[in-house]
């Protein structure tokens, strides 16, 4: 992308158990000019959430102390989780992920393993640019994902 305007100010809260994967993920959007942050876990991702009020949430739903769906309950408890952007990238299938997820309001849902890394970019800029920037932009493989 080489307009790095819209995406300068962005926070995204990466909530990713496997560190290899999440910092993956955090370098990838990094260059995309986002600022990220990594949580590992289910507690640390709701402090993060919480202190940064993020524009989007890479959600995984099994992660260590708190599940991705808790935690995602938890945010839209409370007043500032309530419209937090959430999209769920997990290795369970959407079948198997627990029941009601997408009545907590997420933008979307997409299976790990069947999800590249220019996905994962198209996907975050396809929920956090603006409509006006977002008529030129790709959006055929993430589309389906949504």
Request: charged residues 30%; contains cysteine; hydrophobic residues 40%.
């Amino acid at each position: 992308m080489n307009d790095e305007q819209f995406g300068q100010s962005q926070k995204i809260v990466i909530v990713e158990d496997n560190e290899h994967l999440g910092e993956i993920y955090k370098i990838r959007l990094e260059l995309l000019g986002y600022t990220c942050f990594n949580a590992f876990d289910g507690k640390q991702a709701l402090e993060i959430i919480e202190r940064e009020v993020p524009d989007l949430v890479l959600m995984d739903l099994m992660i260590p102390e708190i599940a991705g769906d808790k935690v995602l309950q938890i945010m839209r408890e409370n007043e500032w989780g309530k419209t937090i952007p959430v999209f769920i990238i997990s290795n369970l299938n959407e079948v198997d992920a627990p029941k009601g997820i997408r009545d907590y309001g997420i933008e979307g849902y997409a299976v790990k393993a069947n999800l590249s890394d220019d996905q994962i970019d198209r996907l975050v800029d396809s929920i956090l640019m603006p409509a006006d920037q977002e008529e030129s932009m790709d959006l055929d493989a993430s589309t389906e994902l949504l």
